[in-house]
T-cell receptor
């Protein structure tokens, strides 16, 4: 069974702090996506990483794909209340169109 | 107008009721999906349609019945559900069946409560 484990499951921090959330698996993925889901909404794609070791930046968000393409991290610098949401990672296995989803990290940024 | 629209947003139904969830996409995508999202669990893929043909049925109980009359519309017909079926049901679409870089666009979901 292919699993994507996300950690931590829940994180509550003050505005302005930095944080990192993780997405880990024993499986190798051809690509990995990060989504953010706000309350009452569906997930929205933030980024797709494809190459092992790849780093992508989206304003204050930095995404990294592990060298072996088994894990990924999301680092947020100077978190803001607008970053609050459920962060989901989803991995694609080559030749299989079904994405493998993590259970998510629920992030709360307090003003 | 949002890309993927789901109705209703909230639904409470008894175990003997029959109801349908509706999804409509205005993105010109060829693939549509139903997912089940339960608290603290990964998204569960239920059904996949590509060009109106069902591609995948992930061992979903027969009390859930999908229908895709055209590439823009997707329905999930519900009957004799169980309380454990209570969850957020998400519809999504993508240009094609997921490959390495296919982005899925999600609707806002239907919050279903079975009583």
């Amino acid at each position: 069974t292919q699993l994507l484990e996300q950690s931590p499951q829940f994180l509550s921090i003050q505005e302005g702090e930095n944080l990192t959330v993780y997405c880990n698996s024993s499986s190798v993925f051809s690509s990995l996506q990060w989504y953010r889901q706000e309350p009452g909404e569906g997930p929205v794609l933030l980024v797709t990483v494809v190459t092992g070791g790849e780093v992508k930046k989206l304003k204050r968000l930095t995404f990294q794909f592990g060298d072996a393409r088994k894990d990924s991290s999301l680092h947020i610098t100077a978190a803001q209340p607008g970053d609050t949401g459920l962060y989901l990672c989803a991995g694609a296995v080559g030749g299989n169109y079904q994405l493998i989803w993590g259970a998510g990290t629920k992030l709360i940024i307090k003003p | 107008e949002t890309g993927v629209t789901q109705t209703p947003r909230h639904l409470v139904m008894g175990m003997t009721n029959k109801k349908s969830l509706k999804c409509e996409q205005h993105l010109g995508h060829n693939a549509m999906y139903w997912y089940k999202q339960s608290a603290k669990k990964p998204l569960e893929l239920m059904f996949v349609y590509s060009l109106e043909e069902r591609v995948e049925n992930n061992s979903v109980p027969s009390r859930f019945s999908p229908e895709c009359p055209n590439s823009s519309h997707l329905f999930l017909h519900l009957h004799t559900l169980q309380p454990e079926d209570s969850a957020l049901y998400l519809c999504a679409s993508s240009q094609d069946i997921p490959g390495s870089n296919t982005e899925a666009f999600f609707g806002q979901g239907t919050r279903l409560t079975v009583v």
